[in-house]
């Protein structure tokens, strides 16, 4: 079991993880390719009209898994920073560095996908709902965290600061997903819960799990391709990354 252990924590050195990045982002690449084709064919073709939101509602197959994956990769980074104070890796810092962009792309669209649903449904672009403001705020923070990490000349300090802002923001997510529970809000609640029968039709719901495991696949894809980016540049003092660029690789 300790030897096990020995293996895996490895790979937190950069140079062992660079070449693994490679290939787990190229296949999670294909993967994404292939999901998000099979989710959106279903999503705009096969999945029926909603009798009560009409053709209006397929925005949902965009939105809900944009909205999840934005979500789920801030508290992803917030593991990854709560890794880096715990054992000091350098890896972990650079994992929340090349998922933050993708998150705040997701939060992005999460917010303009939902303006558009909520055009035709409630007419009106916007409304300072309780779950929308607090998306609203994930994205600020995503966007905190990059212009906080980029400010110190020093990598390893703004890593550490960064990482305090991401656990102090980690609480936002329970309140975006809870917020419709909380409080009164126009935002619907949940059709798919832990635990429960989901009240969509299974055509529906099939779709938007293929569309969530496409966007999954996506963020691994884009962190694991940007994550060989960020170890270079922050790297580039080191043997290894001499050498590789010595071989041409």
């Known amino acids: 079991m300790a030897s096990g252990f ?36 279903m999503s705009f ?3 029926p009209t909603d009798y009560k939101q009409g053709e209006g509602y397929r925005i949902i197959f965009v939105h809900v898994p944009a909205s999840w994956m934005s979500m789920f990769i801030y508290v992803v980074m917030a593991i990854w920073a709560a890794l880096g104070l715990i054992f000091n890796t350098r890896l972990s810092a650079m994992m929340a560095q090349s998922l933050a962009p993708t998150g705040a792309i997701f939060a992005f669209l999460s917010l303009w996908t939902g303006s558009f649903w909520g055009k035709p449904m409630w007419g009106t672009w916007w409304v300072w709902d309780a779950r929308i ?25 703004g890593d550490r600061a960064s990482a305090i802002l991401l656990l102090v923001g980690v609480v936002n997510v329970p309140i975006i997903y809870y917020s419709v529970q909380w409080w009164n809000t126009l935002h619907q609640g949940a059709t798919i819960k832990l635990g429960e029968e989901s009240t969509m039709d299974d055509t529906m719901l099939i779709a938007m799990l293929i569309m969530t495991l496409g966007f999954w696949a996506y963020s691994i894809a884009v962190a694991m391709m940007r994550l060989r980016n960020v170890i270079l540049e922050r790297e580039r ?13």
């Open 45 to 47: 073709f096969v999945a």
């Open 6 to 41: 020995v293996n895996w924590f490895k790979f937190s050195s950069p140079a062992t993880f660079y070449p693994v990045a490679r290939t787990i982002g190229r296949s999670a690449a294909v993967i994404a390719v292939i999901l998000i084709a099979i989710g959106l064919y």
């Open 133 to 157: 403001t607090s998306e609203l705020l994930l994205f600020f923070l995503y966007l905190g965290y990059m212009a906080l990490r980029s400010a110190f000349d020093d990598p390893r300090r």
């Open 237 to 249: 003092s080191a043997g290894w990354v001499r050498q590789m660029a010595g071989e041409g690789l």
